[in-house]
């Protein structure tokens, strides 16, 4: 099975404008978590969908969004960026929630100027 | 203070050398307690997961939680240069994640000298 991708890579954005991240799960996996790294935080959750439903939404302000469509594929969003949204924003697909495992993707550089 | 503590390093040690991971928590309620292996421009992936306090082997990596101590270490046996990575350490209240997700250490960048 292929696993997680994230497009694109690498994004270089400047301040006020906005971002879509895409994350593609495993082939049967249903749900899709969100994580933002930092050096300063580390790795923080962001939020998690389950069949195109947020289950769960960690603490960072109403910037950030997400969705999930019917193929499970998702998408997350930040309004406004801020010179401190620059990180590595990750995303992890698992088969059902509640399993253990969580498989992460490569992830997305985003670099706010 | 944090909920998960967890020291940067980086560590180095020569191969072949035990290496011992550590991180301590505040939070009574979690009870699942994993460990992720980051490789540079890569995403974590999962070593190790225990439930609640006890002992984990898998080849060279065991894995030790102590909830009294609220302390788990991951020790990783005739460490080799391919280890050197960043190791996360990550738990939860609930199976795979729960309410909050998962919430991590910040990593201890490891580096196994040849």
């Known amino acids: 099975k292929a696993g997680v991708t994230q497009t694109p890579r690498y994004l270089i954005k400047t301040r006020g404008q906005q971002v879509t991240l895409s994350c593609s799960p495993i082939s049967g996996h249903r749900s899709v978590s969100w994580y933002q790294q930092t050096p300063g935080q580390g790795l923080q959750f962001l939020f998690e969908?389950?069949?195109?439903?947020?289950?769960n939404k960690g603490n960072f302000p109403g910037r950030f969004s997400g969705r999930q469509f019917s193929n499970s594929r998702s998408e997350m969003n930040v309004s406004t960026l801020e010179l401190g949204d620059s990180a590595l924003y990750l995303c992890?697909?698992?088969?059902?929630?509640?399993?253990?495992?969580?498989?992460f993707g490569p992830g997305t550089r985003l670099t706010v100027l | 203070q944090k909920e998960v503590e967890q020291d940067p390093g980086p560590l180095s040690v020569p191969e072949g050398a035990i290496v011992s991971l550590n991180c301590t928590y505040s939070?009574?309620?979690?009870?699942?307690f994993m460990w992720y292996r980051q490789y540079s421009r890569k995403g974590p992936e999962l070593l190790m997961y225990t439930y609640s306090s006890g002992n984990k082997e898998d080849g060279r990596f065991t894995a030790q939680v102590d909830k009294s101590s609220k302390y788990i270490s991951l020790f990783i046996r005739d460490s080799q240069p391919s280890d050197s990575a960043t190791y996360l350490c990550a738990m939860s209240g609930a199976s795979g994640g729960g309410a909050d997700g998962l919430t991590f250490g910040k990593g201890t960048h490891l580096i196994i000298q040849p």
């Open positions: 969908y389950f069949s195109e439903t947020q289950r």
């Open positions: 939070n009574s309620a979690f009870q699942y």
């Open positions: 992890a697909s698992r088969e059902i929630v509640g399993s253990d495992e969580q498989f």
